[in-house]
């Protein structure tokens, strides 16, 4: 199939083929991204460096996404944005190559010291060569706007938020008398999960249980605190979950925990992987942010704030709407997730921001 410089022919992603447990959330966004455009642009490629040290990383992730620019002269190259493609996405704009970088959060905010300084010069010089910029929350897009700013080249900057995978079908709840939490993802501290330890120790949440899937490095600290709390009867970790484990597991759990201190990442805004899956699979969640304002006026998606005591009523109140509501709330957040959050739907708007040549829309 002939490609136009509509299309997408090479999809470049920094993160290695063997990566680290708490990478596998962004290895499996990326094997569905690059799913979504074979779809739709049937000769794309996927390039991951096999290499995992960060040297290795930087180098392998240039030359193999130069060769592939070569030997694929049209269509539009898609770069997931960090300090390792960043040289890539320069020297493919300086060949005039048209360049779609994804930004996933404000990257600057996340390091300090020396690398903090080397991303924020990565992102004033770099940014720019992209022809696209996909800033998956608002938040991000004001990111790139900051770092571009007083430079001559101005990309289009669009706010594109996650997509998910959906299940073409949708589970109800199994019947269980438990209020349960459950959370998924890597243990960080912008996921706020010792504010929910907290909360889950105070007597609005007595007896509720929760579920943590995952790990990352936080994980010994929140043990810690599970034990120094006492809360050993009412916290499971389930450690990794594959795929068929996670739908299992979201149809006996009633409200799904989203990041509850993102402020920490630099963020007031955000569009994460976990939220977008629970709704994905019929399940309520909350949070401590803002999703995009779509979202957030659903029913099925509850935000908190506060002190640990208000928390608390807030994380209580939500399970009582949950559990009342029955799986018709569910049902709902299942057919929102489809409409809104598909990858097919993910891919029609870059497909959309690839034709466009003028003026920042954002998109959700």
Not at 58 to 73: D, K
């Amino acid at each position: 199939m002939k490609s136009t410089q509509d299309d997408i022919t090479i999809y470049v992603s920094s993160v290695p083929l063997e990566c680290r447990p708490e990478d596998r959330g962004v290895a499996n966004k990326v094997a569905a991204q690059y799913r979504a455009f074979r779809r739709r642009y049937q000769g794309t490629i996927l390039i991951r460096p096999r290499s995992a040290s960060k040297l290795g990383r930087v180098v392998e992730t240039l030359v193999r996404g130069l060769i592939a620019a070569f030997s694929l002269p049209r269509g539009a190259v898609y770069v997931r944005y960090d300090s390792y493609t960043a040289l890539l996405i320069l020297a493919l704009g300086l060949l005039g190559r048209v360049t779609v970088a994804e930004v996933n959060g404000r990257l600057s905010a996340e390091v300090s010291g020396w690398k903090r300084w080397l991303q924020t010069f990565f992102d004033r010089l770099c940014l720019p060569y992209a022809a696209r910029i996909v800033a998956v929350a608002e938040d991000v897009r004001s990111y790139v706007l900051e770092a571009m700013a007083g430079v001559r080249r101005k990309p289009v900057v669009a706010v594109i938020g996650n997509a998910v995978e959906v299940p073409p079908h949708y589970v109800p709840r199994v019947p269980d008398g438990n209020p349960t939490l459950f959370y998924v993802g890597t243990f960080r501290r912008a996921h706020g999960l010792d504010l929910l330890l907290d909360a889950l120790s105070t007597e609005a949440l007595r007896g509720v249980r929760l579920l943590l899937a995952g790990a990352g490095p936080e994980e010994s600290t929140i043990r810690e605190q599970v034990e120094a709390l006492g809360l050993e009867k009412q916290v499971t970790f389930v450690g990794w979950v594959n795929e068929d484990e996670l739908v299992e597991t979201l149809t006996t759990v009633d409200l799904g925990i989203g990041s509850l201190a993102i402020e920490r990442a630099g963020l007031r805004t955000a569009a994460t992987l976990k939220v977008r899956s629970y709704l994905a699979h019929g399940l309520p969640c909350i949070v401590g942010y803002e999703e995009d304002p779509e979202t957030m006026r659903q029913p099925f998606v509850f935000r908190v704030s506060g002190d640990r005591e208000d928390v608390a009523m807030q994380i209580s109140d939500a399970l009582t709407m949950c559990r009342s509501c029955g799986n018709e709330l569910r049902l709902e957040a299942w057919r929102y997730a489809r409409d809104h959050f598909s990858y097919d739907v993910w891919v029609s708007h870059i497909s959309g921001l690839l034709k466009r040549d003028q003026a920042t829309k954002v998109m959700f």
